[in-house]
């Protein structure tokens, strides 16, 4: 299989973000550079787009010293992967993983 550029994994996941009813529609360049790109990848409309509105929920049980503490968080799944986005070393192999989701 050959191996993809991450130009085109960013085309790629910008398309699909346009697909997905993306608001924004910028010219898109000939060359994709993942700078030229930030200031869209961190924006909610994209987010919501990608990975869309439905609401999730994440429980987690903690032990500390004896001390058995429930979280129980409620969130949308764009902006929990807001978050692992911030996080992530690789940006647009992070996004790309989820191209068809």
């Known amino acids: 299989m050959e191996e993809i550029t991450k130009e085109e994994q960013l085309k790629a996941i910008i398309e699909k973000a346009y697909k997905n009813d993306l608001p924004l529609?910028?010219?898109?360049?000939?060359?994709?550079?993942p700078v030229e790109y930030s200031w869209i990848i961190f924006s909610h409309d994209f987010l919501k787009?990608?990975?869309g509105e439905e609401q999730s929920r994440y429980i987690a049980t903690t032990d500390n010293m004896n001390i058995?503490?429930?979280?129980?968080?409620?969130?949308?799944?764009?902006?929990?992967h807001a978050q692992q986005l911030v996080l992530s070393d690789n940006r647009i192999e992070y996004l790309y993983q989820f191209i068809n989701d």
């Open 25 to 33: 529609t910028p010219e898109m360049p000939k060359s994709i550079t």
């Open 49 to 51: 787009a990608y990975f």
């Open 68 to 80: 058995v503490r429930r979280t129980d968080q409620s969130f949308k799944l764009w902006q929990y």
